[in-house]
């Protein structure tokens, strides 16, 4: 178990610049997940921190050992990777042992260990095949099982559950959390999928283009977005984001929402700053679940605005069922429950929670704290 | 019922054509080999009266003998047997020594590149486009200053040299279809360059090394012009005391001794062709079918 520090780094392949003064810290035994959509550099920075490729300015330090030169063999780190890499000549007990033997492990600790991590991850009577005759899921399993043989300071997964099927990749998720729980050492994981995001990590840092866009726990990327593109990756379905122009109405600054069939409605927005005041073009973001189905009794409710309007699509997901309706000549999709679903072509009555949405720059994309 | 009939029928016509096209050709290079090996075992009254496709009346091993025993060639009488033996000392060390140095510059250029590696291998690949000729006086210098010349040594070293560029091209191209995440898994399991090279990627090797060998072993025996310029004598290899052999005869032209010299000259590349044979037409396409 191991902090780790990356400090200003960057990453230059030739002329072009992949990580651009990359910041995050996370303490000993944290889950950190490195996510954002492809491209974005996830995989160099993960590189970066193994020791496989050289970084181009800044820092890397694991506990108090700034390792910006050291090998890869003597970070103390262990990789799992996108497709498993697992050694195809050797059998899964060799593929396990590789790693130990070049340590010099003794034999009887080696033995130790393959036995105690083929019972935690059940491949025990795996042991004597070879790689081409296990399935994914099985392979998936050995390769971590290789990770976590070698007991090192810190783990670094590489989008390890990409090639699964769905159902497994939900299994494998919530069995490296048990997994992370039970060992309690530091890891490190890479993904571009936002839900393995949430539902793994103590610290998230959400990536685009080389640059950390926000590096914050999952609450905190959830409810406070830094900007339009953390608020839109993350999330299912994304929040909408409406156009509006603001108004100073009774006194206080809101934002008008026109519906498709003509009718009005406010938001108040929170204060009148620089960039909230009247005029202003913004964006308002709003979570599907924050325009809900419309309560007995809500009208009492004073961080409720009732919200008339068509809808154009009904997609019932199960728990909940996603309506499509808009206003400022924007799609949105509104988060009701199964009961209360309407058909298409209906006219419906949303409880709007004025107290939730975010309002962002729209040339920027950054948020504007009111 | 008709449009099928019809169908299969130009189907069956198509089958001939592909299939008398096929057997044409094995016939075109089946046809030498069969006047050869006949004429090898004729004696030499049989050669002059009978004709050239004509079966032996009575076979006589004698003219594999002497080819291989007792033929005139230059100045000995030993036939081709000294010759066969100085091929074989050459063809194992040049072939195991190109294909061992091409398949460490094959690994080192798909999985440790280096600034201008691929530059590198661009130059190398040079290598395999330039004709015999043009090395010749150069090789003869470096030959002579290294004080190999007219050995059997030298002409291991010449053929080392000259078969890198292939044996380099062939592991390069096999290797870079090897994914580098077991390359990247090896080095974080502590693994070094040559323990990467030994315990990973030899054993997936088999394929490429099988081609390398069969394309190397065939290159070099069959090879006659550096055979010829950077020997003499005793170290000449079987290509040259073939072709001394049949100048040399003295009176009369042996026709069944330099058939059957020709034909155990031509038998150790059949033989690996035969062993190896399936492992060529798979190494060649194993790359392709991985992508
Ligand atoms: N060796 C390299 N040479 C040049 N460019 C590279 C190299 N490796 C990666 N890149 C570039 O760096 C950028 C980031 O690549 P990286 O593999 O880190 O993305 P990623 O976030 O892991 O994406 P994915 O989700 O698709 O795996 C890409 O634009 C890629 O083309
Ligand atoms: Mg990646």
Known sequence: ???????????????????????????????????????????????????????????????????????????????????????????????????????????????????????????????????????????????????????????????????????????????????????????????????????????????????????????????????????????????????????????????????????????????????????????????????????????????????????NVVEPTGPDTLVYTEVNQTQIVCRLCPDAAPKAGDTIRLAFDTTKPLFFEPGTGNRIEG | MPDAIRRSRSETAGRILIYGTLVLFAVYFLVPLFVMVITSVKNMDEIRTGTLIALPQQPTLEPWLKAWGYATIGVTNEGIRGFFWNSIRMVIPAVLFSTLIGAVNGYVLSKWRFRGSDTFFAMLLLGCFIPFQVVLLPMARTLGFLGLSESIWGLVLVHTV?????????????????????????????????????????????????????????????????????????TQPVTVALNNLVNTSSSVKEYNVDMAAAIIAALPTLFVYFVAGKYFVRGLTAGAVKG
């Not at chain 1, 002329?15 to 810290?25: E, S």
């Not at chain 1, 108004?247 to 960039?275: C, I, K, M, Q």
């Not at chain 2, 044996?167 to 040559?194: C, H, K, M, Q, W």
Request: glycine fraction near 8%; charge should be neutral.
């Open chain 2, 162 to 234: 000259y078969g890198l560029a292939f044996t380099t091209l062939f592991f390069r191209n096999y290797y870079v279809a090897v994914p580098s995440e077991l390359v990247n898994a090896a080095r974080i399991d502590g693994a070094g360059f040559f323990r990467i090279f030994w315990k990973i990627m030899l054993p997936v090797s088999t394929p490429i090394f099988m081609v390398t060998i069969i394309w190397q072993t065939t290159q070099i025996w069959n090879d006659f012009l550096f055979g010829v310029c950077f020997s003499t004598g005793e």
């Open chain 1, 1 to 311: 178990m191991a902090s780790l520090v990356i400090d200003n780094v960057t990453k230059a392949f030739g002329r072009v610049q992949v990580l651009k003064g990359i910041d995050i810290a996370v303490d000993a035994g944290e889950f950190l997940v490195l996510v954002g959509p492809s491209g974005c550099g996830k995989s160099t920075l993960l590189n970066l921190i193994a020791g496989l490729e050289s970084i181009t300015t800044g820092e890397i330090r694991m506990g108090d050992r700034v390792v910006n030169n050291i090998p890869p063999k003597d970070r103390d780190i262990a990789m799992v990777f996108q497709s498993y890499a697992l050694y195809p000549n050797m059998n899964v007990r060799r593929n396990l042992s590789f790693g130990l033997e070049t340590r010099k492990v003794p034999r009887a600790e080696i033995e130790n260990r393959i036995q105690r991590v083929a019972e935690i991850l059940q491949i025990e009577n795996l042991l004597e095949r070879k790689p081409s005759q296990l399935s994914g899921g099985q392979r998936q399993r050995v390769a971590m099982g290789r990770a976590i043989a070698r007991e090192p300071l810190i783990f670094l997964f590489d989008e390890p559950l990409s090639n699964l099927d769905a159902k497994l990749r939900v299994e494998m998720r919530t069995e490296i959390k048990k997994l992370h729980q039970r060992l309690g050492t530091t890891i490190v994981y890479v993904t571009h999928d936002q839900i393995e995001a949430m539902t793994l990590a103590d610290r998230i840092a959400i990536m685009k283009d080389g640059i950390v866009q926000q590096f914050d726990t999952p609450d905190g990327v959830y409810a406070n977005p830094a900007n339009l593109f953390v608020a839109g990756f993350i999330g299912s379905p994304a929040m909408n984001f409406i156009p509006v122009s603001l108004s100073r109405e009774n006194g206080h600054l809101v934002a008008p929402l026109v519906t498709a069939d003509g009718r009005r409605f406010t938001v108040p927005v929170p204060a009148d700053t620089g960039a909230l005041a009247p005029e202003r073009e913004i964006i308002m973001g709003i979570r599907p679940e924050n325009i809900t189905d419309f309560q007995e009794g809500m009208q009492s409710w004073a961080h409720i605005a009732a919200l008339e309007c068509g809808v």
